[in-house]
């Protein structure tokens, strides 16, 4: 009985370990949306969710030296810095390396349920030190660039899953062009309809972070989980979007059935509507 219960204990022990080990080495994911091989008419963002630098194994010099040699227009980072104080220090490397990989129209940044444990002063020394470092942090609002002579307004929407998304204030001022929306928790998007974005990216799932057999411990998490949507490409109505399995953890530091993840989208600048009428031409 003895060497019975040693023997399962080893094995969960490996277990375990092996599910740690898991979250040293990212998967790093191309995706391309509406590409027509014309160079001029793409984006390449770089996007970067849940980091929870209280569970993250990734290094800043992990990231630089997969991502220095990628062309990179945009970056994106869709919440859950972390949720401690004391963490925010550890987030100053991370800013430094994105802004070394010097994307040429800027990063944008959006805060995530995690974020909002923070609160007062200290939250907004979280946002000031994501300003200080080259951020341009988005609350419920937009901002309009010029990306390769096209419009594109980047869409910034609060977390959801807290209730501080308000789509009227964010879409208040945009202008006519292509919409890329920003936002942590994707379940917002079933409340979108009436909203357009030719492209959405977001976080918040992990992609399960311990997904075996399923990720059953999501259930609560909203209507999306309960469509088996809870990570990587998928379009509602028409409008893609695509959830992170982000880069750090959450709970604990383990994965199983998934990994930390990079993703480099590549986009095309011409917005969904034209898209579709020059394509029926």
Not at 172 to 189: E, F, M, W, Y
Request: glycine letters at 8%; charged letters at 20%.
């Amino acid at each position: 009985m003895v060497f019975f219960l040693t023997i399962i204990a080893i094995t969960f022990a490996l277990l375990i370990y092996k599910a740690y080990r898991n979250t040293y080495k990212a998967v790093f994911h191309r995706v391309e949306v509406r590409c027509s091989g014309n160079d001029q008419d793409v984006v390449r963002i770089l996007h970067l969710s849940d980091l929870h630098l209280e569970n993250l194994s990734i290094s800043p010099d992990y990231l630089y030296k997969n991502l220095k040699n990628e062309q990179i227009d945009l970056i994106a980072l869709t919440g859950d810095f972390l949720d401690r104080k004391r963490s925010i220090p550890k987030l100053v490397p991370y800013l430094k390396v994105f802004q070394k990989l010097n994307p040429a129209y800027g990063i944008y940044a959006v805060f995530g349920n995690h974020d909002y444990v923070l609160k007062g002063e200290h939250f907004q020394t979280l946002k000031t030190t994501l300003e200080k470092h080259g951020c341009i942090v988005l609350q419920n609002e937009a901002k309009t660039i010029s990306i390769k002579g096209k419009t594109v307004n980047v869409i910034g929407i609060d977390d959801f899953c807290t209730g501080r998304s308000d789509l009227e204030k964010a879409y208040a001022h945009i202008k006519d062009g292509l919409n890329l929306v920003l936002t942590h928790d994707p379940n917002i998007v079933l409340h979108m309809r009436r909203y357009h974005f030719d492209y959405l990216l977001s976080g918040h799932f992990h992609g399960g972070q311990i997904h075996w057999p399923k990720p059953y411990h999501l259930v609560k998490m909203g209507k999306l989980v309960r469509m088996n949507i809870i990570k990587g490409y998928h379009e509602l109505d028409g409008k893609p979007f695509y959830i992170s399995e982000g880069l750090g953890q959450t709970g604990v530091n383990i994965r199983v059935g998934t990994k930390p993840e990079i993703t480099l989208h590549t986009l095309s600048l011409t917005p969904l509507n034209q898209h579709e009428a020059e394509e029926a031409v």
